[in-house]
């Protein structure tokens, strides 16, 4: 019987389980791919990278507090610790305690990104994965650079083992390779904009996070060639760009902030209270929040000028005037 005895630490392994996932992701530009094979690459690249990310996490809450990997701190003992016998930190709870134990703290964008990234894994294990490689290949992208970053300027890399800083030098060459090949590809759809004379015209995408998305009657991204219809879209920008869940929301008894256009009349139409800004995703509408006020009887938005203000919109005034006569 022959036994082999592995010895990684727990950093070596989220540096090994990241690297291979930036090695996958580069596979799949091999355009002799078919779709079985570049399925079951993204799968696996999004796993290990979740993995490796969680990980890193855990190694540098480790390197604060040994007591600060458990799931449960009350708990925490150095029998189970020697033995991997226990419960650890999941991935959120591994960047509350960074921010609150560590001081620590992700900007928001970054929070978004890995967020993008534990859906996107998710789906993969337990669901399907309906979306275009480009915007998974950007979603894993940037969450490559926030590790890297987080490593580089929370971890003393001068303490990495051999075969640590051998990983993570892999890791970084990786990422230097991706950010050309994302750069190109910007500036591809950057000409294509340019042609169709869209430059400055378009908002972010809600699949791959890039101000690439055009609206029309289809919601469609010239990077990563996300499409959808606009009510579709709309759904998709308010869950994945400004962040509202919308089971958690409506079970909570709050509203969706997508309502219908006032100049296609589809329910497209786009709330962002945080920037005031209204668009539709079915037309080339846009508009301020400040401009628009609630019916007092349906409950939709709709425009007022702010002097005339009646809190009526013009569907329930004509049909009062109509049931008046």
């Not at 560590?102 to 534990?118: G, V």
């Not at 296609?264 to 539709?280: K, P, Q, R, Y």
Request: with cysteine; aromatic share 8%.
């Amino acid at each position: 019987v022959v036994t082999m005895e592995m010895n990684c630490s727990l950093l070596e392994n989220g540096l090994d389980f990241i690297l291979d996932a930036a090695q996958k992701l580069s596979e799949l530009n091999d355009s002799d791919l078919d779709d079985k094979d570049s399925q079951r690459l993204i799968k696996y690249a999004l796993l290990h990278l979740s993995a490796g990310i969680e990980l890193v996490f855990k190694y540098r809450l480790f390197k604060e507090h040994w007591t600060y990997v458990f799931a449960d701190m009350n708990k925490a003992n150095k029998q189970g610790l020697s033995s991997g016998d226990f419960s650890s930190v999941d991935s959120k709870t591994s960047i509350d305690r960074l921010k609150s134990l560590c001081d620590i703290a992700f900007d928001e964008q970054e929070k978004t990104d890995l967020q993008r990234l534990r859906n996107r894994r998710n789906r993969a294990e337990h669901f399907s994965l309906n979306e275009p490689l480009k915007a998974v290949e950007i979603s894993m992208h940037k969450s490559i650079s926030i590790i890297t970053k987080f490593l580089v300027n929370h971890c003393n890399t001068d303490e990495f083992l051999e075969e640590e800083t051998s990983l993570f030098e892999d890791i970084k060459g990786q990422l230097r390779e991706m950010e050309q090949h994302h750069n190109d590809a910007k500036a591809i759809a950057e000409r294509q904009l340019s042609d169709m004379n869209m430059t400055g015209l378009t908002i972010t995408c809600p699949a791959c996070g890039e101000k690439f998305l055009i609206r029309d009657d289809k919601a469609t991204c010239v990077f990563c060639g996300y499409t959808a219809s606009g009510t579709e879209a709309a759904q998709d920008y308010v869950e994945n760009v400004l962040g509202i869940d919308s089971f958690s929301t409506i079970k909570d008894g709050g509203e969706i902030p997508v309502y219908e256009c006032p100049q296609c009349g589809n329910d497209a139409l786009v709330f962002n209270n945080d920037t005031g800004e209204v668009l539709c995703f079915s037309c080339d509408y846009e508009g301020k929040t400040e401009d628009f006020s609630f019916c007092d009887w349906c409950g939709k938005p709709y425009e007022c000028d702010g002097d005339d203000e009646i809190g009526m919109c013009p569907d329930c005034i004509a049909y009062r005037m109509e049931k008046d006569d």
